[in-house]
Each structure stands twice: as structure tokens, then as C-alpha cells.
């Protein structure tokens, strides 16, 4: 059998798109608020998925987990010991959900994770790049509520919600002891509604009005300088359009005398979008080897699609560019000698499916692994810049004049 994959055939490997990387700084418990119009659209996308009994979507996880979960050894235990443990404890879907989300605990894998209704809906949606809402994406740990991320012209945005703020009452209502789907169910309203946001905020306790409107949520933006150079931030690699609005840019900026993609905070996305994008930048390369739960290895290949005018390229990265951003930042290194300046990147080498369960449920399932073609393994160390810069001087990008100095200096030798 040939184990080498040409890009035309990543989709079929890929299972289409439920197959991706998810890492929303680094914590899979990463939510998007969005309106509840949008989440009846879903609702109705998957009530024809028949309903069936909490015990029975408990053996069906398990099952699952069992013959696609990466390591054979599932963390060196016997999983059978899982199948009847539960099996009179469970009379509901909550049920099941503190059964399975226990059992899949024991893989000792944090983005193994079973999903009720409500978190799965609002995943389908992170994925479509589809968001209304208050604009603000938050993770929930230890009991605290905590914004990871405000959405570029967003009302939250305008109402100064920051990344760091910690949400202490919705609607005056205490959230530290409320589960994910109660928090995503009281900050959902219909648009032009507004959801009442009692923050902490550095040192101050502000309470905000914000409305739920349509938000814009771009997945890249580019400018060129005055000097001719081409800034491409990438934020993401979620959305439909990914592939198609980066080959575009690429043509765009082919004229500059050297590209900066700025990867900083791009929390990965999409497996196939990663892989068709990087493939508009090399010429018959290897983008991306992965491997399977039995250990084979899969080469993923560039086509004969190359957009990308050879210049140089810098990339910068910081400890939140993960998976397929750096999937994206390592290929283009290993490849055509992209210069990486910044951070070490976050250090996620797994891939997971998206699987649709019943009841409206779904499960998050790690089934494979990547490795960047020089052969490393960025496990839990990242990908290693070739200029180490931490950017925290207030007011200044350091890291950018950095890379805007690289290019100029390239352009003289």
C-alpha cells in the first residue's frame, strides 16, 4: 500500500470536515457566545439524529473511544472495565455526560471531551466561522470565567471587555458554580438584546451592557507598507473561505519584497484548511506527516498549486500559535526556510475528530498525530524560534520591527 498522501486526497483521509485540530488557547473548554436564532438553526440541523437511551449513549462513546481513540493501550488500562460501570447509576443525559466525561478522564488526554447539546451546537458554529453574539470567546477553570478572547469589532470589544477579565454575574446572576452549557444558555439572547456583564477588570468590579448584534470574524487580514512589505495576520484556520481568501492574499502581496505572517494567538483550526493553505506556498514538499493509531505514517504532499513568489518570509509566533498554526509555521520552515521569530509556540501535535453523537451530543476524539517533515515531535515544547523575542513592552511591537528588519536586511544581501 502506498502510505504517501497527494493534497487531492487529504479530504478523504480528513473524514471531510470533522476532522480538525482544536486547540482554543490550549483549553478545550473554549466557548463562542452566539444567538440563540442561530443555535435553533443547529438544533434542527441534528433532532433528526434519533434519540436514544442515556445507558445507550454511554456504550456508544465507549465503544467509539475504544476502536478510533490514537493509542491502542487507551493510557495502558483495560476499557472493558468501563462498559458496565455506570450501568445503574445512569437515568439521564446529565447522567451520562458525568459517566462518560469520568471514563474519558482516564485517557489522561485533555482534548478527549464529551460534549451535551448545548457545547457541541456552539462547536459546529466556532467551526462555520458563523458568530452573533456579545463577541467574546472564554474559558472556564477552577470555577473562574475567564475572557480568552474579544472578537475585533464586536460590542464587547467596544465596550472595553478585555482579554484576562473574569465574569462574575450574568444577567446579576453568580456564574462561579454554573456548567458551561448554563453559562452559554444565559449569554445567548436574540440580536439587538443585551446581556448584563458584571466584570472583575484589573482592579475594578464593572458592571456592562452589551448588545447582541452580527459580528464580523475574520480569519485574516493583510497590508503592505510603505516599504513594500506584505503583513499577513492569520488568526485562525477556521471558515469555508480559509483556503480561498489565503491563495487570494498570496497573489495579492506577490509584488512585496518579502512576506511577515504573524501566527500570534492563532489557536490552529481546520486540518485540511492548514494543509491546502501551506500547499499555495511550496511545490511538490512535504507539508505534514501523520500518524495513525496502528503507527503508520501518512506523508501529506503539496500539489502542483504554488501561488507563492519565492521571497523571504518571516513568521512570527508566541506560546498561543498552536496546531495547525503550526502545522503551517514548521512546514513553511522546514521547507523553504521561513525565519520563525517570537515565542515558543504551544506544543500540539494531536488531531481530533468532531463526531456527532446522538441525543445532540458529540464527542471530541484525539485519533491521530502530526509531525512537521523534519521529523519533530512539538509535544508539549512547541516549535523553537530561530530568534527568541518576548514581547512585552507596552506600546511596541518588537517582534514585528524585528521581522520588518529580517526582510530588509534579506532584501541587501
Known sequence: MNNNIKLKEILIYSLLSFVVIIVLYGYINSHIVINGDITDKYIKKFISIQNISPQRLYINVWRMTRNLYVDETLNNQDWNRWRNRYRKQIKTTEDAAVAINTMLASLNDPYTKFLQSAAFLQQQIILDSKITGIGILFNKSDNNITVSQVIKDSPAKKENIIEGDTILKINGEDVKNLEVDEIIEKLEKNTDENVELTIQHGDSVVTKQIKNTDIPFETMQYIITEDNIGIIKLSNVMGEKAEEDFKRILKDTNNTKGIILDLRNNYGGILANAVVMTNYMLKDQEIVSIKSRINKKYRIYSADEKVFKDKPIVIIVNKRTASAAEIIAGSLRDNINAIIIGENSFGKNSIQHI???????????????????????????GITPDIKITDKKIGTDIQMEKAKEIINRENKI
Open 355 to 381: 463526531i456527532p453523537m446522538h441525543n445532540g451530543t458529540g464527542l471530541i476524539l484525539t485519533t491521530d498525530k502530526y509531525i512537521l517533515p523534519n521529523g519533530e515531535d512539538i509535544y508539549q515544547k
